[in-house]
């Protein structure tokens, strides 16, 4: 079976550029969520969808950060403008319910110079 | 503020010995615990989820949990090098089941010597 698909792998961009990180999750999945890790927070959870639908976006940092999930298939998590300090790894990870583990895609890593 | 809290390690223990991991929660209606394992570089992947009091055995490792005391640990039995990683403790708040948030710790890193 298909795992979690994130691209791109690597992302290398400069400051004030929009960043576009697109996930696939597993099929059959309700639940998609987007995570960040960094060394000094470790991981934390960005937002979540439950049916296409965001039920938590408190862990978005800002009004830069968006996320989509415009079908059951596939959501993206844009930042515009990037910052040095968005630089991280960026995980997407879905389930079937919400109470169930989740799975996590290889995740983006992004540098912003 | 929900929290999962976990000793950072880095925890050494040789080759054949027994690992034991430890987490601690804050939200005591909590009802999904799950155990991760990344290596580095990697992504976290899911080793062991536990849901009701008392001990898990999978293989190698088995999960204790413990509601009363909001505690969960990991033990690892006959350690490998290949065991070696950083081991994330995650919690689901547990509102109703619907909710689908996990609240993770930061991680215990260990280090197996053969």
């Known amino acids: 079976d298909a795992g979690v698909i994130q691209s791109p792998r690597h992302e290398v961009t400069e400051m004030g550029q929009e960043v576009t990180l697109r996930c696939k999750p597993i099929s059959g999945h309700d639940y998609l969520f987007w995570y960040r890790q960094t060394m000094m927070r470790g991981l934390e959870l960005l937002i979540y969808f439950n049916n296409n639908v965001p039920i938590d976006d408190s862990g978005m940092p800002e009004d830069r950060f968006s996320a989509k999930m415009p079908n059951a298939s596939f959501s993206t998590l844009k930042i515009q403008p990037s910052e040095p300090r968005d630089s991280a790894v960026y995980f997407c990870a879905s389930s079937k319910l919400g109470n169930q583990p989740q799975h996590f895609g290889d995740g983006t890593r992004l540098s912003i110079l | 503020q929900k929290e999962v809290e976990q000793n950072s390690g880095p925890l050494s223990v040789p080759e054949g010995a027994i690992a034991s991991l430890n987490c601690t929660y804050s939200?005591?209606?909590?009802?999904?615990f799950f155990w991760y394992r990344q290596y580095s570089g990697k992504s976290p992947e899911l080793i062991m989820s536990?849901?009701?009091?008392g001990d898990k055995e999978d293989g190698r490792f088995t999960a204790q949990l413990n509601k009363a005391s909001q505690y969960v640990s990991l033990l690892i039995r006959d350690s490998q090098p290949s065991d070696s990683a950083t081991y994330l403790c995650?919690?689901?708040?547990?509102?109703?089941?619907?909710?689908?948030?996990?609240?993770f710790g930061k991680g215990t890193k260990l280090s197996v010597k053969p």
């Open positions: 995650a919690v689901n708040p547990g509102y109703g089941g619907s909710q689908g948030n996990l609240i």
């Open positions: 536990i849901y009701s009091n």
């Open positions: 939200d005591r209606g909590s009802q999904s």
